[in-house]
């Protein structure tokens, strides 16, 4: 699914968002919240608004999966396995959700790398971002 060019500029892109993964994964997660407001059913434990240290927390582990699955772009769905058991099997998350929040991420890039967000750079990260999905929903079959 990802050509040899595609992992080259996903890994660049990484680079770039290194230092802020954290505060991206936040402010995906909140505007997730604030667009698609149904996936806060998914999280009735948490304190959802714009500040939440629990959102925060949460928007941390988004980062560090993304990381951890950039770093294996030969093999996403293994460094993704137990994330896609646990959303399939105990958090038992509706597998559309991940799309809505990939999307998310992107809007996310692109403010923050502005006219450095380039094309390319935004079909490799949809690839990625979709094998992503496509990983976490796995389990549902």
């Given amino acids: 699914m990802l050509s040899a060019d595609d992992k080259k500029i ?5 680079e770039r968002v290194a230092g802020h993964q954290d505060e991206f994964g936040n402010e995906a997660l909140q505007r997730m919240f604030v667009t698609y ?3 806060k059913t998914y999280f009735p434990h948490f304190d959802v608004h714009p ?17 951890n699955a950039v770093k294996s772009l030969d093999n996403i769905s293994q ?9 399939a099997y105990n958090l038992r998350v509706d597998p559309a959700n ?8 992107q809007v ?13 750079m935004h079909a490799a990260f949809d690839k990625f971002l979709s094998a992503v999905a496509a ?6 079959r």
């Avoid at 500040?51 to 990381?67: D, I, N, T, Y």
């Avoid at 460094?79 to 959303?87: P, Q």
């Fill in 10 to 14: 996903i890994a660049q892109l990484w």
């Fill in 37 to 39: 407001p149904q996936t």
């Fill in 51 to 67: 500040g939440s240290e629990q959102v925060r927390s949460h928007g941390k582990k988004v980062a560090a999966a993304l990381g």
């Fill in 79 to 87: 460094a993704l396995s137990e994330l896609s058991n646990l959303h």
């Fill in 98 to 105: 991940f799309k809505l929040l990939s999307q998310c991420f």
């Fill in 108 to 120: 996310v890039l692109a403010v923050h790398l502005g006219k450095d967000y380039t094309p390319e």
């Fill in 135 to 140: 990983v976490l929903a796995e389990k549902y």
